[in-house]
């Protein structure tokens, strides 16, 4: 499964469930305590289907691409979802929490409002794409 982290020093990077240290600064990955949130890109209509900039707690993640998954480990506690798009930069921004009991949080976002929003939705597991 495609997972991305953000090491203490800022660096942003792909990796998956093996992945313990940044591949830009060797630094160990402090994993224990964490979640994740797992966003899915529906897909969209071309056109409308380039990136979309992903940040969490107004921290940037990276981009997601049209029909792209990817689980974001995160520290338990409360995270602000804000997703942008080449057209617009409103998002319902969307909190969720993360624990021991509720590890994973299950999101989906798609372009909203003819492309002028982006809607940012819980979702269940089985609504997740296959990786």
Not at 18 to 38: H, R, S, W, Y
Not at 46 to 70: F, K, W
Not at 80 to 96: A, L
């Amino acid at each position: 499964m495609k997972m991305r982290f953000r090491c203490s020093q800022g660096h942003v990077f792909d990796g998956n469930e093996d992945t313990k240290v940044c591949p830009n600064c060797q630094e160990a990955l402090q994993l224990d305590n964490c979640g994740a949130i797992q966003l899915y890109r529906m897909g969209n209509m071309m056109g409308m289907a380039v990136g979309m900039g992903i940040y969490i707690d107004d921290t940037p993640y990276g981009h997601i691409g049209n029909t792209e998954s990817v689980r974001i480990v995160l520290p338990f506690g409360e995270h602000k979802i804000h997703v942008t798009h080449s057209t617009t930069r409103k998002c319902n921004d969307p909190v969720v929490t993360l624990s021991a009991q509720e590890p994973i949080a299950y999101m989906k976002c798609h372009l909203a409002a003819m492309g002028f929003k982006i809607q940012v939705d819980a979702a269940k597991p089985e609504e997740m794409p296959k990786m």
